[in-house]
T-cell receptor, first 113, second 109 residues
Framework: NAGVTQTPKFQVLKTGQSMTLQCAQD?????MSWYRQDPGMGLRLIHY???????DQGEVPNGYNVSRSTTEDFPLRLLSAAPSQTSVYFC????????????FGPGTRLTVT | RKEVEQDPGPFNVPEGATVAFNCTYS??????FFWYRQDCRKEPKLLMS???SGNEDGRFTAQLNRASQYISLLIRDSKLSDSATYLC??????????FGTGTRLKVLA
């Protein structure tokens, strides 16, 4: 199992550009989520999905869109990048049963100039 | 008050020492609790889930105190490789996870 994979690892955007951060998992997990991590702050939930076709907002959803057309993939779209979106983005998925532990991808470092 | 609070540290301890971290949470309805480890510029990795009865995994022991709303992590016989940031995570409802800002640990030779 590859676990949770994310691409790209690094990205630099200009203000106003759009892009999609990719996330995939091969563990057949129903629940997937996106977080951003900024210095001095804990990871903050952007959006999450409890299964294909179902998404919901987290704590900081503004400026981001998601969709979930398959169990495996959960892309995060930045509609019009702003410097405030400079951050490290982590995707995670969680076990379907048990204690619902989350497992994270390696992250995408995004800089918006 | 933050939903999850941790002492940011850093905790500088010698090899072989025992170190303990606490984490307080504000939502008394939280059901699941975790400790994650995060190395510099890496993703968080699950260290332990924290069960009501407490649990141990090798040198690591986690405890939950629901009455006082805190969880703890004890590391015995610290190794250089334990140097990292330790994140406390608490669930909010069924689908949301609240992260603390982390406690930095540096184990010194």
């Amino acid at each position: 199992n590859a676990g949770v994979t994310q691409t790209p690892k690094f990205q630099v955007l200009k203000t106003g550009q759009s892009m999609t951060l990719q996330c995939a998992q091969d563990m057949n997990h129903e629940y997937m989520s996106w977080y951003r991590q900024d210095p001095g702050m804990g990871l903050r939930l952007i959006h999450y999905s409890v299964g294909a076709g179902i998404t919901d907002q987290g704590e900081v959803p503004n400026g981001y869109n998601v969709s979930r057309s398959t169990t495996e993939d959960f892309p995060l779209r930045l509609l019009s990048a702003a410097p405030s979106q400079t951050s490290v983005y982590f995707c995670a998925s969680r076990d379907n049963t048990g204690y619902y532990e989350q497992y994270f991808g390696p992250g995408t470092r995004l800089t918006v100039t | 008050r933050k939903e999850v609070e941790q002492d940011p540290g850093p905790f500088n301890v010698p090899e072989g020492a025992t170190v303990a971290f606490n984490c307080t949470y504000s939502n008394s309805a939280s059901q699941s609790f975790f400790w994650y480890r995060q190395d510099c510029r890496k993703e968080p990795k699950l260290l332990m889930s924290v069960y009501s009865s407490g649990n141990e995994d090798g040198r690591f022991t986690a405890q939950l105190n629901r009455a006082s709303q805190y969880i703890s992590l004890l590391i015995r016989d610290s190794k250089l490789s334990d140097s990292a940031t330790y994140l406390c995570v608490v669930t909010s409802g069924t689908y949301k996870y609240i992260f603390g800002t982390g406690t930095r640990l540096k184990v010194l030779a």
